[in-house]
């Protein structure tokens, strides 16, 4: 009997995060491999939320997202990057960014073309190319001191006339690299040169630790018109099961996804879009606490990696901080929740070359006590 899934799909039946949590779940390991916080948002915003529900604000949203919404993504970038974009034509809200990334994939790429992704890569990528009937070149990042780098070189050559996108994530999930003005007017240079899309995954663009700067490449020249930059409020505001997201581009590009969104979820989740609106506009302190603290919660589990041995890679941003674990990377969090109570995840799952095989990566959007009760289990366990 033929199989029930498309060949393209089949390399995506089964993801060693789902292993991993499972095997964490079972254990009672801390979980520091999925990216999600132990603790809540804003309290207004979630008062919003709940009120939005019980006053019955329950049924579709229009097919853009909440005006309210749209205008408070729109307004916020502008305040922030001065960024102008049209809440009524140039802005999309998704189920979630994972939605805005895959819509924007199918709706850009055509079966055959070639999309560039830099790697490690958030996995949803991947699977949504395959989805399109696309095919992936990896471009993989270089040590670059205790960090990594883009290998602009190795970028410009993975370039080809079938090349029609060109994936960017910066704050860069799992590596935490946040690229320099500098690298991304590279890119950009490159993206013009061949006329190429550029999708543009911003989703950590307000967790840049003290000392950096997120910038767009949407803002750098001739950029904007190529652009689809996508952000959420999922790990801005710590609702990654609301799914809020959104895209931002020129109404063209806007006018593409929307018409593959509509076909995914249609809307998302109404009564949380005035809450996330909310959340944009009057709540920066709330944010820039939640930076700082991340930036602290980053040293804690830093401090306890490299006790344990781990050469410890340097984050600037995010959720995410890497180690190098001096063996295969996969067998290492297999064992973690037996022998040290802890979860993390293998960066060569989220990668096609074997240059990662030694790195895993931790989760540091934890209650500090629960870092610290990881950190000792950690230490005290040794390699």
Known sequence: MRSALVGRMRPFTSSVFGEISAVAL????????????????????????RSAIAEGMNQYSPADGHPALLRAVTGERARRLGSDYDPSGEALVTAGATEALTAAILALVEPGDEVVLIEPYYDSYAAAVALAGARR??????????GFAVDLDALRAAVTSRTSLLVVNSPHNPTGLVLSTGDLAAIADIACEHDLLVLSDEVYERLVFPGGTHTSIASLPGMRERTIVVSGAAKTFNVTGWKIGW????????????????????????????AVAYALEYEDV???GQRDALWHKYSLLSTALREAGYDVKRSAG??????????DGIEFCRR???????????????????????????????RDETLRAAAARLVHSGR
């Open 26 to 49: 079972a254990r009672g390991a801390i979980d520091l491999g999925q990216g999600f916080p132990d603790y809540d948002g804003p309290e207004a915003m979630l008062d919003l939320a």
């Open 137 to 146: 070149r990896t471009v993989s990042l270089t040590p670059d001191g205790a």
């Open 247 to 274: 895209a931002l581009a020129p109404e063209r590009l806007i006018d593409a996804l929307r018409a593959t969104k509509q076909y995914l979820s249609f809307v998302p989740a109404t009564p949380f879009q005035p």
């Open 286 to 288: 709330w944010v820039a």
């Open 318 to 327: 995010g959720y995410f901080v890497c180690a190098d674990v001096g063996g």
């Open 336 to 366: 973690l929740p037996v022998t040290h109570g802890t979860a993390a995840i293998p960066v060569a799952a989220l990668a096609d070359t074997t240059r990662w095989n030694t790195f895993v990566r931790f989760a540091f959007c934890k």
